[in-house]
T-cell receptor, first 115, second 110 residues
Framework: DAGVTQSPTHLIKTRGQQVTLRCSPKSGHDTVSWYQQALGQGPQFIFQYYEEEERQRGNFPDRFSGHQFPNYSSELNVNALLLGDSALYLC??????????????FGDGTRLSIL | GQNIDQPTEMTATEGAIVQINCTYQTSGFNGLFWYQQHAGEAPTFLSYNVLDGLEEKGRFSSFLSRSKGYSYLLLKELQMKDSASYLCAVRDRNDYKLSFGAGTTVTVRA
C-alpha cells in the first residue's frame, strides 16, 4: 500500500520562474493539504483541497495556487518565485474530510531551491 | 491563530527517558498531534490526544491537559534511532489545518 508520494524530490529554479509540484495521496484518502517547511521550522499550512475545491487557505499570497484532480491527486503551483520560497514543500493526505481525529499522513516532500 | 511553544533542543542518553513539553493557545481546541521527523524525511504520526490524560503506545506516551493548554511526549528506553525532530501540532475547532510548533530536536547519545 503506497503512502503519500510527491514529485519531484528536488528542484532548482531561479527568481521569477514558475514551478509545479505534484502529490498522490495515500490509498483511501480524499483530502490533500500542502505545507511549507523552512529549515529548522515546523510546517506552515498553505491550503487544503477536498472534493476538488480549496476549502481552507493559510497566510500565503496568491502566487501560491493549487488544484485537485478527480483521482484525489493534487498540484501546487508557485508563480514569480522569490528567494524566500526556498523550502521543503510537504503534501499531507487524510481521510473523510479531515476534521476528525484522522491524522494527516505526509509525503517525503519536494526540496525547492531558488537561486 | 495558535501559539505553539516547544523547546528547541534536548539531549539524552541511550536507555534513558526524555519528556518533550508543548504549550499552546487556541480559540477552540480540537485535538493535538505529535509527529516524528528524521532529517530529510517526512513527518510520521506518533500520537493524538483530544481528551485530558495519558495515551500510551509502546515506548511513546503523550499527555494532554486542556485547561492548562499543555501536552508532553514521553520517550522511554531511548534508542539511537529516536534521534529526530518531534513536532507538536494543534487543530482548532472547525479548522482543517494543523498548526505546528517549530519542533524539538532530540539527540540520543551512547
Amino acid at each position: 500500500d503506497a503512502g503519500v508520494t510527491q514529485s519531484p524530490t528536488h528542484l532548482i529554479k531561479t527568481r521569477g520562474q514558475q514551478v509545479t509540484l505534484r502529490c498522490s495521496p495515500k490509498s483511501g484518502h480524499d483530502t490533500v493539504s500542502w505545507y511549507q517547511q523552512a529549515l529548522g521550522q515546523g510546517p506552515q499550512f498553505i491550503f487544503q483541497y477536498y472534493e476538488e475545491e480549496e476549502r481552507q487557505r493559510g497566510n500565503f499570497p496568491d502566487r501560491f495556487s493549487g488544484h485537485q484532480f478527480p483521482n484525489y491527486s493534487s498540484e501546487l503551483n508557485v508563480n514569480a518565485l522569490l528567494l524566500g520560497d526556498s523550502a521543503l514543500y510537504l503534501c499531507a493526505s487524510s481521510r473523510a474530510g479531515g476534521t476528525s481525529n484522522q491524522p494527516q499522513h505526509f509525503g517525503d516532500g519536494t526540496r525547492l531551491s531558488i537561486l | 491563530g495558535q501559539n505553539i511553544d516547544q523547546p528547541t533542543e534536548m539531549t539524552a542518553t541511550e536507555g534513558a527517558i526524555v519528556q518533550i513539553n508543548c504549550t499552546y493557545q487556541t480559540s477552540g481546541f480540537n485535538g493535538l498531534f505529535w509527529y516524528q521527523q528524521h532529517a530529510g524525511e517526512a513527518p510520521t504520526f506518533l500520537s493524538y490526544n483530544v481528551l485530558d490524560g495519558l495515551e500510551e503506545k509502546g515506548r511513546f506516551s503523550s499527555f494532554l491537559s486542556r485547561s492548562k493548554g499543555y501536552s508532553y511526549l514521553l520517550l522511554k528506553e531511548l534508542q539511537m534511532k529516536d534521534s529526530a525532530s518531534y513536532l507538536c501540532a494543534v487543530r482548532d475547532r472547525n479548522d482543517y489545518k494543523l498548526s505546528f510548533g517549530a519542533g524539538t530536536t532530540v539527540t540520543v547519545r551512547a
